[in-house]
């Protein structure tokens, strides 16, 4: 019975890490330069990583050929990252992790 609950437990997390890497990607594409931020706050701005140093400044960081700033879920615990990454791999990713105990 523990192993089932394990593999619940697995899949849950799995499915709302996904769930939360797609809804911050989505949030991140109405974000600019002029988005306020505060400190150490990150985020993907024109596909760049972007970190707020300081107050409402954004200092971007562009992202090497073929690949741009992605939200990915994290697998072994709760939350998600920031990375650079292809869309294909990061979509990928989100959906493994949404399909994780089917």
Known sequence: MKFYLVELLIF???KD???KASAL???FASFNTSTPCKNG???CINGA???CVGDNNWV???CSGGTTCEVLPLVNKPGTS???DSKTDADARIQAAK???K
């Open 49 to 51: 990583f972007a970190q």
């Open 82 to 84: 920031i990375a650079c």
């Open 25 to 27: 990607q989505a949030k």
């Open 12 to 14: 849950i997390t799995a």
């Open 99 to 101: 399909n994780a105990c």
């Open 41 to 43: 706050d990150q985020a």
């Open 60 to 62: 971007l960081q562009k």
């Open 17 to 19: 890490n996904a769930d």
